[in-house]
């Protein structure tokens, strides 16, 4: 099956065929980095992740290009209400940004380009689209003509007729018409500026996206992702000013996740309805925030809820679960060589189904669904004791890679899968190899206390014929 990838230009689903063979660059709108975090930022860069990550799988080279907004009137503000520098309070996010990127295991993007960065490449495009009679200076900013753009709305549906309704003119502004939107903001006292042919100013939201994107990847590009509430105006404006200047298509697929709700509302730090990120973080694993994300299909809007997550825990645990005891089957003696003709089946079938379900618009919830029947329908082939499979060797090993293949694609384990004791540190396992001794000797009482220091630091054990098994204590 071909990868089938949602077009939003034509409403429908169609194959993926990359503007150059072979390779793909994709855009990804990154964080105006005013605050923290929330959760529904994190969804957005999941989603791009598992786009890229599945891109790479089928053997594309990617090229993958995540910005940050680091000047804005709200970053300005709050560092003029802190009385500091507007770049301590974008580093500042930006830190908090990676720091949770690591923990929801996303993949560094290739390039992290900031607006400040490309300020001459800004004025540079600005020029451009004024020379052509896209572009005209209104007191101290410069607008973009809206009209002029005949194509203005092919993305978002909207109609400019349409939009005319309720648009009006801010005080300050000098624009020749209401729906016209700004591309250089002239300076105000107390803000950052930079020299420009229009005065000192810095740029407008909206035009540092399509330069930073065409500057890296092309006047195409086959892939520019982002949150559905971006469509309009961001994605619209973003297609009106990169298509005026360089009169080609801007992006071929738009890749729109989902928004994520709560009571019905869209997490947003314009309304404070949200959850950071830092503070989800501190009940659940960063692994499971992730599995959480990836268990709905990302153009998909859903509810946040804490039940939901704990609910993503349970059903992580029983993956976790499930490569632990194929880990150990593999490290147990084997009685004899062979495979297992219905677990040989049944890997085959279950891969098939995964990858139709990430060729299938990257549908992640479904895969991990076909992962789930892997783990039902082994345990009923073996009884519920995957350790049976260590006489099937060849068979386990066909598992286990299959296991890899989809935590590759899927990013669910940080550390490769999980192993036995593989996530228990060396000193619990001191104490683990201490009682196992004092059992030997019979000496009872210091065996229990020894067991008592290993569930307070939060792990388990189980005595077993082959000796103790240790993991986390489920949480």
């Given at each position: 099956?071909?990868?089938?990838?949602?077009?939003?230009?034509?409403?429908?689903?169609?194959?993926?065929?990359?503007?150059?063979?072979?390779?793909?660059?994709?855009?990804?709108?990154?964080?105006?980095?005013?605050?923290?975090?929330?959760?529904?930022?994190?969804?957005?860069?999941?989603?791009?992740?598992?786009?890229?990550?599945?891109?790479?799988?089928?053997?594309?080279?990617?090229?993958?290009?995540?910005?940050?907004?680091?000047?804005?009137?709200?970053?300005?503000?709050?560092?003029?209400?802190?009385?500091?520098?507007?770049?301590?309070?974008?580093?500042?996010?930006?830190?908090?940004?990676?720091?949770?990127?690591?923990?929801?295991?996303?993949?560094p993007a290739d390039i992290y380009p900031r607006a400040t960065e490309h300020i001459d490449d800004?004025?540079?495009?600005?020029?451009?689209?004024?020379?052509?009679?896209?572009?005209?200076?209104?007191?101290?900013?410069?607008?973009?003509?809206?009209?002029?753009?005949?194509?203005?709305?092919k993305l978002s549906g909207r109609v400019i007729d349409d939009l005319q309704s309720g648009t009006?003119?801010?005080?300050?502004?000098?624009?020749?018409?209401?729906?016209?939107?700004?591309?250089?903001?002239?300076?105000?006292e107390g803000e950052p500026a930079w020299d420009s042919p229009w005065g000192p100013g810095r740029?407008?939201?909206?035009?540092?996206?399509?330069?930073?994107?065409?500057?890296?990847?092309?006047?195409?590009?086959?892939?520019?992702?982002?949150?559905?509430?971006?469509?309009?105006?961001?994605?619209?404006?973003?297609?009106?000013?990169?298509?005026?200047?360089?009169?080609?298509?801007?992006?071929?697929?738009?890749?729109?996740?989902?928004?994520?709700?709560?009571?019905?509302?869209?997490?947003?730090?314009?309304?404070?309805?949200?959850?950071?990120?830092?503070?989800?973080?501190?009940?659940?694993?960063?692994?499971?925030?992730?599995?959480?994300?990836?268990?709905?299909?990302?153009?998909?809007?859903?509810?946040?809820?804490?039940?939901?997550?704990?609910?993503?825990?349970?059903?992580?645990?029983?993956?976790?679960?499930?490569?632990?005891?194929?880990?150990?089957?593999?490290?147990?003696?084997?009685?004899?060589?062979?495979?297992?003709?219905?677990?040989?089946?049944?890997?085959?079938?279950?891969?098939?189904?995964?990858?139709?379900?990430?060729?299938?618009?990257?549908?992640?919830?479904?895969?991990?669904?076909?992962?789930?029947?892997?783990?039902?329908?082994?345990?009923?082939?073996?009884?519920?004791?995957?350790?049976?499979?260590?006489?099937?060797?060849?068979?386990?090993?066909?598992?286990?890679?299959?296991?890899?293949?989809?935590?590759?694609?899927?990013?669910?384990?940080?550390?490769?899968?999980?192993?036995?004791?593989?996530?228990?540190?060396?000193?619990?396992?001191?104490?683990?190899?201490?009682?196992?001794?004092?059992?030997?000797?019979?000496?009872?009482?210091?065996?229990?206390?020894?067991?008592?220091?290993?569930?307070?630091?939060?792990?388990?054990?189980?005595?077993?014929?082959?000796?103790?098994?240790?993991?986390?204590?489920?949480?």
């Amino acid at each position: 099956m071909s990868l089938q990838v949602y077009n939003r230009y034509k409403g429908r689903k169609e194959e993926f065929q990359p503007v150059r063979e072979g390779k793909v660059g994709i855009y990804f709108c990154g964080m105006t980095v005013q605050d923290k975090p929330h959760m529904g930022h994190m969804l957005a860069f999941v989603a791009g992740d598992l786009i890229r990550r599945y891109l790479k799988f089928r053997g594309y080279d990617v090229k993958y290009v995540q910005n940050f907004t680091d000047v804005d009137d709200k970053i300005i503000s709050k560092a003029n209400d802190e009385g500091v520098d507007f770049t301590v309070v974008a580093q500042r996010n930006i830190d908090e940004y990676f720091r949770f990127a690591g923990e929801l295991n996303i993949l560094p993007a290739d390039i992290y380009p900031r607006a400040t960065e490309h300020i001459d490449d800004i004025i540079a495009l600005i020029s451009k689209l004024e020379e052509n009679g896209y572009a005209y200076k209104g007191g101290s900013d410069v607008y973009y003509r809206v009209r002029k753009f005949s194509s203005y709305g092919k993305l978002s549906g909207r109609v400019i007729d349409d939009l005319q309704s309720g648009t009006r003119t801010e005080v300050g502004e000098e624009k020749d018409d209401p729906l016209d939107f700004t591309l250089w903001k002239g300076a105000k006292e107390g803000e950052p500026a930079w020299d420009s042919p229009w005065g000192p100013g810095r740029p407008g939201w909206h035009i540092e996206c399509s330069v930073m994107s065409m500057k890296y990847l092309g006047e195409t590009l086959d892939m520019h992702g982002g949150g559905m509430d971006l469509v309009f105006p961001h994605h619209e404006n973003e297609i009106a000013q990169s298509e005026a200047a360089t009169g080609k298509e801007y992006v071929k697929y738009w890749m729109h996740n989902g928004l994520l709700n709560l009571s019905g509302e869209k997490m947003s730090k314009s309304t404070g309805h949200f959850f950071l990120i830092e503070d989800i973080r501190k009940e659940f694993s960063g692994e499971v925030v992730r599995f959480y994300f990836l268990s709905t299909h990302f153009r998909s809007n859903s509810e946040f809820g804490r039940e939901r997550l704990a609910e993503a825990a349970a059903g992580f645990e029983r993956i976790r679960e499930f490569c632990v005891r194929l880990d150990e089957a593999r490290g147990a003696d084997a009685d004899e060589e062979g495979r297992d003709e219905k677990i040989d089946g049944l890997a085959r079938q279950v891969r098939e189904d995964f990858l139709a379900s990430m060729d299938d618009d990257f549908n992640s919830a479904e895969a991990i669904g076909h992962i789930f029947r892997l783990i039902r329908e082994a345990n009923t082939i073996t009884g519920g004791d995957p350790a049976r499979l260590a006489k099937s060797p060849a068979s386990l090993d066909t598992l286990l890679g299959d296991l890899e293949t989809y935590d590759s694609i899927l990013g669910l384990f940080a550390g490769g899968l999980p192993k036995t004791g593989g996530d228990v540190p060396e000193d619990i396992m001191q104490i683990v190899r201490e009682r196992e001794e004092a059992r030997e000797s019979k000496d009872w009482a210091r065996a229990d206390e020894l067991r008592g220091s290993v569930l307070e630091a939060g792990f388990t054990i189980e005595d077993r014929p082959g000796g103790p098994r240790v993991s986390r204590a489920k949480s």
